[in-house]
């Protein structure tokens, strides 16, 4: 019982940090009908500059907020910059600069850190944190900053003006210019949005990965899944499928122990919950193509 | 008096294909004047090219100022309103985001909750629906939403594509009316465009009637009402 409830809420804490990526890959996907492709090595890249902040001595919540308002800012920037030219380019334009953004902050990354491996601190303290034997501190701390962020973003886009015009902006362009939203500048802010909670998530996990260039490929894939799992036009969707992802591949990988225990057959372990969990994943979306709770989209001809 | 807008030889493009070819009208303050026309002859995009969503080459002049291919954002900032063809409603937002939305350009907190009020006092439907997902709402309110969000820009001017279209004709009748209440008690010009031009020549002063792109005729609306001519080539009834 001990050992379910500590597979739970690890899987609680993966949960988490795909949440926050897929939440990430959603807000741009309901803007622009595009997937970023380099969501996740955008997150790694805001991790190396929290880490370098730390480097430089600052704490590590200064060195947090820091690299999640510089990531605001590339964010921002990225959409500015290199897709504002492309807003009426094809989709597999859009595909391939998405990909060289993934290769490049890639290469930057390990050009300026190197790619070896680095430890990563955790901020949450190490005795009074936690249930023992339940969960540990680091992962409560994961769960619970990250429902900070989705609830201060909730109340973002439920409570303020801007927050209400991004989803006008999003959800029908044309007339939101016609009541003076400035569209342009809501998808570069939902671009900064999504980099900022991208550097959340990469920031939560390092310490369990490790900081590596390649940390976040894993995670990304984990992101979309839970994106799809969800529905991907549905932010609240996102975030949920995220928590039932994480739990799901460390419930598959718990299961697989079980039985091995119980009857000495290894079926399945921890070296199988990614392929398990996609599967349960691709079984999902063929019996609900839209997600658990996407909306079928019908279109009048 | 001076005209509030101004259009002269207004072009019009999509693409390569030019769809106005010499649109020129006037429109005085606080009145109410129609564009008709049959089906493609460039009503709707008269209306878009107002507030610059089309490409376009001429001269419009809004209060004295030269509004020709100014963001539309912008253009919305001087309080010109448009009621889009198909209503152009925020399916996914609540009525009330939607009417608060519609104020995202207006910084007077107290003016825009005066605004509500009125609002609701032309339309009190919306306000029993005020939660409700606006995707959800008949057509009849899904177009008062429409009207209820370009009053709370506290327009000078609001131009209305279509109000009629889709709906059955007592609710039509029910919004026109309302619309007459609005440009008698807000002093809101108003320029509609309608296929039904019966019913716009009644709400209307004033009237243009658009043939492929060109301005054919106007005058008064009475004047235009009663000309057999007129109505038999180019309103159809």
Redesign the interface.
Known sequence: MEQFLEQFASGLANGAIYACVALALVMIYVSTDHLNFAQGEMAMFSTYISWQLMQWGLNFWVAFLGAVAISFVMGVLIERVILRPLHNAPVLSVVVVFIGLLAICNSMAGAIWSYLIKEYPSPFPKSSFGIAGVIGPHQLGVVLITLIVLSLLFAFFRFTPLGLAMRAAAQNPQMARLVGVRVDWMLALGWGLAAAIGAVAGIMVAHIVYLDPNMMGGILLYAFAAALVGGIGNPGGAVVGGFIVGVLENMVAYTGNQIEKLTGVYIIGNGEKLTVALIIVIFVLTLKPAGLFGRVVVKRV | MAALLEVKALKAFYGSTQSLYDVSFEIPAGGITTLLGANGAGKTTTLRAI?N?VRTEGAVRFEGHDILGK???EI??RRI??V?EGR??????TVD?NL???A??RKDKDGVKAERERVFNYFPRLKERIQQQAGTLSGGEQQMLAIA?ALM?KPRLMLLDEPSFGLAPLIVVEIFRILKRINEEEKVSILLVEQNAALALDLASHAYVLETGRVVMSGDSSVVKNDENIRKSYLGY
């Open positions: 507030c969503m963001p539309t954002e919305v900032r309103a448009h889009p152009g409603t925020f399916t996914s937002l985001e608060r939305i519609a995202y350009t969000r820009l």
